[in-house]
């Protein structure tokens, strides 16, 4: 079992390994451009107009955008509905908006709470903090000041991370868990095989990543993007201008970097979480063509009790890419008695 599970999850991530080639090719070629336009001698030129700068997007007419000071940073969020608490947790590449296709449903059932990290967006991107057992902490603090004690709680991506160390800390006061398309690290044995083949790891932790990629957000996350999706071109106009515009608010990528830069502290933590392993319901929603093949396993290793949703058609981007089965999974997991 192990043999196969870590045999799939390496062809999964190896198969992406040319295309983050070309990534890496784009993002060399943008470095080597700037470098080019530094070194060639200024002319004349006519004045432009400055482009005007994007509004951030706005949730459905029932939500409200909103901040909180939480561990001495400001954390954006918005809330609406009615009901149980739930909290949407996003991941790289993208930030709260990536649930807004969801919102409209989750709102008749739940009040819904979906943040921007630490880094991202409106939300402030201070020099540290970016483990994800510090980053959890900042949302339950969100989660206390809103007056709640106990929430439904879901994360894609980083997002996922954040969630499994919430739940981790503050166990007794999660109701259900969905971790979504990704995976923990220092959770064996599919942590070192993807560690050891996705090399973009590595490019995000990297210090200097954020110098390089700033300014060039667009080409950044539009070549990155379909690397880890399967579906062509799922996301629409608005949630493209919209994750383009969180990541170029200043500072944005660089910190968002940070959250890979944490990866080894968040190890170091998640091995000893995992001694204590999670007892309430946890869905480990995966897709078809991304960490469908090994998150059901893998959650296992840290929860007793695991069920699971393979996300037919879908790469990485699940909301997106079949928006239509992930509400109807997320909704049958959170409502069922």
Request: with cysteine.
């Amino acid at each position: 079992m192990k043999t196969n599970l870590v045999n799939s999850t390496y062809l999964n991530f190896k198969n992406k390994t040319t295309q983050f080639l070309l990534l890496g090719f784009t993002l060399l070629t943008l470095i080597s451009c700037n470098k080019k336009a530094e070194e060639t001698p200024a002319v004349a030129s006519t004045p432009t107009t400055e482009t005007p700068e994007v509004a951030p997007a706005n949730p459905p007419s029932n939500f409200k955008h909103a901040t909180a000071t939480v561990n001495g940073i400001k954390i954006h969020y918005v809330i609406g509905g009615q009901g149980d608490p739930l909290v949407l947790v996003h991941g790289f590449g993208q930030n709260w908006y990536m649930w807004n296709r969801l919102l409209p449903e989750l709102s008749k059932h739940f009040t819904v709470i979906a943040p921007d990290l630490r880094g991202v967006g409106e939300s402030d991107k201070p020099e540290g903090g970016y483990d994800k057992k510090t980053m959890a902490s900042d949302i339950h603090e969100l989660v206390n000041q809103l007056g709640y004690k106990k929430i439904n709680l879901a994360g894609h991506d980083i997002g996922l991370m954040v969630a499994y160390a919430y739940a981790a800390q503050y166990g007794d006061s999660v109701n259900k868990l969905a971790l979504m398309d990704a995976l923990l690290p220092g959770i064996e044995p599919v942590w070192s095989n993807v560690k050891g083949s996705a090399w973009w790891f590595g490019f995000f932790a990297w210090p200097a990543s954020g110098d390089i990629v700033k300014g060039k957000e667009k080409e950044f996350l539009t070549n990155f993007w379909p690397v880890v999706g399967h579906v062509k071109d799922p996301f629409t106009a608005e949630e493209t201008t919209e994750f383009i515009r969180a990541y170029a608010v200043e500072g944005g990528t660089t910190a968002a970097f940070k959250w890979f830069g944490a990866f080894d502290q968040d190890g170091k933590d998640n091995v000893i979480f995992a001694k204590k392993k999670l007892k309430m319901p946890l869905l480990a929603m995966g897709g078809e063509y991304f960490a469908a093949a090994f998150l059901k396993d893998h959650s296992k290793l840290v929860a007793e009790n695991v069920t699971e949703s393979k996300i037919a058609g879908s790469g990485h981007w699940l909301v997106q890419e079949n928006t239509a089965q992930v509400q109807k999974d997320l909704l049958a997991f959170f409502l069922a008695k």
